[in-house]
């Protein structure tokens, strides 16, 4: 596919189909998106792919423990609250798919609901949890790193008929996930992707999120 063609078409997938992913197309679908940059070539992503008995009782866990008020912790330190522009644009996705899944605002059930499927990954088949080394703290070029990486796996997904979402409420609860997906006490759990074929029939699939105006962010300097 062509890469302009690809990268304006894929969008979070949020439903999606029970069928199983064969492992040799995760793994096609990973080594394809190895190619991302790295600073210094370091490529210092590491990927646990989960499905199955232990996905699930991820899903359980985090489940357990958001409905208990155990507050989410992450492997690093993380911003909770937006503010201005950037809240704007989160409240409009949200509204977005809010609107597609006929969800009112008053809808309080119908709201938790929809938060509560985010915990189970939205009951994707399968779970690609992204981590990189603990020594490599203060990681920012690390995860800096992590994203390309990320962003490449979920165009080379979207290339092969599989949907993805990219998705923090996932690993918000990161001792869970360590547990149940085996993760080593010397890796930190960046994101995980959320991954299967989409449900063709599942409203939210179908949203298009919206991007800003170039000149609203970008500054061209010495051109004239
Ligand atoms: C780091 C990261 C974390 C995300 N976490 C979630 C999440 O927890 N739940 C969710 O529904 N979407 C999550 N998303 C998906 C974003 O909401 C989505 O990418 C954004 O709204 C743009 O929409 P698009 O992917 O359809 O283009 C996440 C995306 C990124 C990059």
Redesign the pocket.
């Known amino acids: 596919m062509q890469f302009e063609k690809l990268i304006k078409a ?5 439903g999606y189909r029970r069928d199983p992913v064969p492992v040799a197309v995760i793994d096609e679908i990973i080594e394809v998106a190895k190619w991302a940059p790295s600073s210094m070539n370091t490529q210092p992503w590491r990927v646990h792919v989960v499905t199955g008995a232990p996905l699930d009782r991820i899903r359980e866990g985090n489940t357990r423990n958001m409905v208990a008020g155990i507050p989410p912790r992450r492997d690093f330190p993380m911003k909770e609250a937006y503010e201005g522009m950037h809240r704007k ?2 409240v409009a ?1 949200a509204v977005q ?1 809010f609107e597609a899944m006929g969800i009112a605002r008053d809808d309080q059930a119908r709201r938790t609901d929809w938060v509560m499927r ?1 915990f189970r990954q ?1 009951d994707a088949p399968v779970s690609l949890v992204i981590t990189y080394a603990k020594y490599l703290e203060p990681a920012a070029i690390s995860q800096f790193d992590l ?1 390309a990486f ?2 490449a796996i ?1 165009l080379s997904a979207w290339e092969r008929g599989l949907g993805c ?6 690993i ?1 609860q990161s001792s869970v996930v360590r547990e149940h997906a085996g993760i080593p006490d010397d890796e930190n759990i960046m ?1 995980c992707i959320a991954m299967g074929y989409p449900d063709e029939d599942f409203v939210a699939n179908t ?3 919206v991007r800003e105006d170039n000149q609203n962010f970008v500054r061209y300097v010495g051109f004239d």
């Open positions: 894929r969008r979070s997938i949020r644009r989160q996705v798919l985010g939205f994203g990320t962003h979920v979402v990219i998705n923090g409420q996932g918000m994101i949203v298009k999120s």
